[in-house]
């Protein structure tokens, strides 16, 4: 170093002018009393040898200090391979992008290994011509890139009956965002040729549940796409290798992993995920069906009950995910006091249709309690609702579909707590 | 399945319209008189049982039949730990964003292991209030979000003596790019104020080679970030865990990893790693220093050496990336006859500033030789040049800031090879 500063002080300048108790806090959490920081003022060991050379990690993985931010599962609710779950550490995350190794897993009958050179894909029913497609030929097709998140219909499905699960990676993990890489199905679709009484595709896996649904042939012939790549690399085996559907926007059981099929017909096939699964129960009895577009919603994932804010009061970070199923995010409001008051948030970047849209409030915390809210607003003019206001609607039979506003509890120690609000 | 359809036959549809070639080659690689396809007309193991429940991998991996795709580096020329390179597999990737597991590294003595709780960041020099940081107070500052490629200056520097070497990944694989989470430089240098004098910093990681590195004002105040994630998740170990800048458009070096100190300074320091390196030795014994902006530049990553066209005649992809340190890329041209003639790409999306750019050119190839060619151009109207127009002006001195058009010859059984025209 040329020039070694006395013991750092507290600024009283620009983002923590008049904030002293902040300010306080910025002195590299030392009191000048407790000496010199030995961290500043010696040689640490990682500056006096060798680190590891680029031969050690081929492909790399977290470092260990951060073995915590996994994806994990809650036993008694998700772990059964025949119907199973796990949650993203979304509490740990931060960006728009979701790494695929801590990126949630649905399986209806786990995750199968399934190779390049075993892969098919068949296009048949009211097509002018069947055909069957290699991966090499798929291969051939023009390919587009595009950002997406994928949520399940059962994300945040727990808290239709109240506040039960302690973490915004168990309330609202059940969520990703990628960048795909891909042939659109449209092209696919136009090369074997939709007879007019096509009106609708009933798309498959090759997994053992085979998880069939049935899409109407517009979005179809929309935005969805036929994808090997997520964030650049191959897809990986529990996200479908070597090819799944992305669906823009639409509920994640729709987006069919090791597709194997794409059957042109001339209505919804019905299918066991469609009927008995992924419709919503109502209090009058009958069920809303064909809910395939996710509403509005948001979470702020940090603080959250997994992520306690430890550095006590003064300047903070309030941040969190929101997203449409509808288009664009365009605003994202936050409550310090459940929902009483509303300040708008700021939006990081340019949000993208139905992807992942971060937000931040920039704080300066008191140190009192908070009752911690985020609503969001798409370019639809639709604002996420309360959990109460969707109640009303839709009684407590529903499992999917919960877009309810979020509420985290904040104590004076910084700890958050899943709680509701009326 | 409710339809099982005849063998597929070519489609003379869509896409495939004329050209006869292709249409047989998409036939599921299959002759009719080969017989009935088992994958299609069997059931096959994976559709029999169950797959990996969630609880199988927390973090994930890439599966193990894409476990090519990975960093690599050259022995003779990049393996010793005191200055050590290796090289993103962008030959395999697509998309835009790199996975941190297979994005390359440029050690200067080797990756070190830095806790959070050991983290300081230090703002000296020419400030009102030197100041020390710990982690916790860099996450009370205000965040922001942007995707950026770092290219290592001496990326394609092997080719300034003529084709070298084989393939994309070692020819132009010292790139990736991320989506980066941090704290804007600017802020931090405003919480500590720059005095009237302070006209440069000079920043240093952590490390035992420290790297550092002198970046004039105007541009630490503009767009460089202090970035703890990298898509979405902590950076990794060999990324700069906890802490890098990141220096959007600007060669690689001044990326500094476990970033340790700021100093503010009225001058460049000319510190050893921008003056015995990092300059450009021009045919007149006179150097080129300050060579921070990368140029524009663009490569095809398939077909090329590692990536060879296994389908024959017919619908391919070609595709490549293109990027430039002076803000977006505006259009790139492809050639199929080493720069003879040249058409347009299509660009992936909306191409954002100093952040790579995907391209694709959807050719119907007839199965001769090719020339492939990229040449980038950007928002400020700068045309990648050919390499010998690159050389004419700063002869063979230079190890970096190569960003010569690089021709791959794709031969007729669809291997390439790294050559040059004249």
Redesign the interface.
């Known amino acids: ?6 013991l ?2 507290p ?1 009283r ?4 002018r008049g904030t002293a108790m ?1 300010a306080g ?5 030392r009191a000048a009393a407790e000496g010199p ?1 030995p ?2 003022t010696e040689v ?1 060991p ?18 260990h ?2 073995s915590h ?5 809650v036993d008694w609710l ?5 119907s ?3 949650f993203t550490p979304i509490h ?12 949630f ?3 209806h ?8 050179p ?1 892969y ?1 894909l ?1 296009i ?2 009211l097509v ?7 991966y ?2 798929l ?8 950002t997406n998140f994928c949520e399940c219909a059962a994300n945040s499905g727990m808290e239709w009956g109240g506040a039960q699960l302690q973490g915004a990676q168990f309330t609202h993990g059940m969520i990703h965002n990628m ?3 891909g042939v659109s199905l449209r ?1 696919l679709l ?4 939709v007879k007019p009484e096509g009106t609708w595709v ?1 798309v498959e896996g ?3 549940s ?1 998880n069939g649904r049935s899409i109407p042939m517009e979005k179809a012939l929309d935005d969805v796409l036929v994808a ?2 997520a ?4 897809l ?3 996200h479908g ?1 070597p090819v799944r559907l992305v669906v823009p926007g639409w509920e994640g059981n729709l987006w069919i992993k ?1 597709l194997r ?1 794409i ?1 042109v017909t001339d209505g919804p096939v019905e299918a066991r995920e469609e009927t008995s699964k992924y419709t919503d129960l109502m209090p009058d009895g009958r069920a809303r069906k064909w809910t395939w577009e996710m509403d509005a919603k948001s979470v702020i994932t940090s603080p959250s009950p997994q992520a306690p804010w ?2 006590g009061p ?4 309030i ?1 969190g995910l929101a997203w449409t199923g509808r288009g664009r995010i365009t605003r994202v409001d936050v409550s310090l006091d459940g929902g009483k008051n509303w300040q708008e948030a ?1 939006l ?2 340019q949000p993208e249709p139905m992807a992942l849209t ?1 937000f ?1 409030l ?1 704080h300066v915390w008191d140190g009192s309690e908070m009752l911690l809210q985020s609503r969001a607003i798409d370019e639809t003019g639709y604002v996420q609702p309360t959990k109460d206001a969707l109640r009303d609607v839709r009684g407590l039979n529903s499992v999917y579909h919960n877009n309810g506003i979020q509420t985290w509890w904040v104590k004076p120690n910084g700890e958050a707590e899943n709680v509701e609000v009326s």
Chains 1, 2 share one sequence.
């Not at 300048?13 to 923590?16: C, D, I, M, V």
């Not at 998700?78 to 025949?82: E, H, P, Y």
């Not at 964030?231 to 191959?234: V, Y």
């Open positions: 170093m040329t020039d070694t500063p006395s750092p002080k600024s300048r620009a983002f923590l902040a806090a910025l002195a590299a959490g920081d961290l500043i640490q990682w500056a006096q040898g060798f680190g590891d050379g680029v031969d050690a990690v081929p492909y790399g993985m977290p470092i200090f951060e931010v996994v994806r994990r599962n998700t772990a059964d391979v025949v199973s779950i796990n740990a995350l931060e960006g728009t992008i979701t790494p695929q190794g801590c990126a897993e649905r399986h009958s786990g995750a199968i290994e399934l190779s390049k075993d098919r068949m048949n029913g002018e011509q069947p055909l069957v497609f290699t090499a030929d291969e051939r097709f023009p390919r587009s890139v595009q960048e795909y890489t092209t136009q090369e074997a040729g009933y090759a997994d053992a085979s090997f790549f964030n650049g690399e191959a990986r085996k529990e290798y090791w099929r059957e430890r550095q003064g300047p903070m970070v941040t700021r990081a970047g971060r931040y920039d």
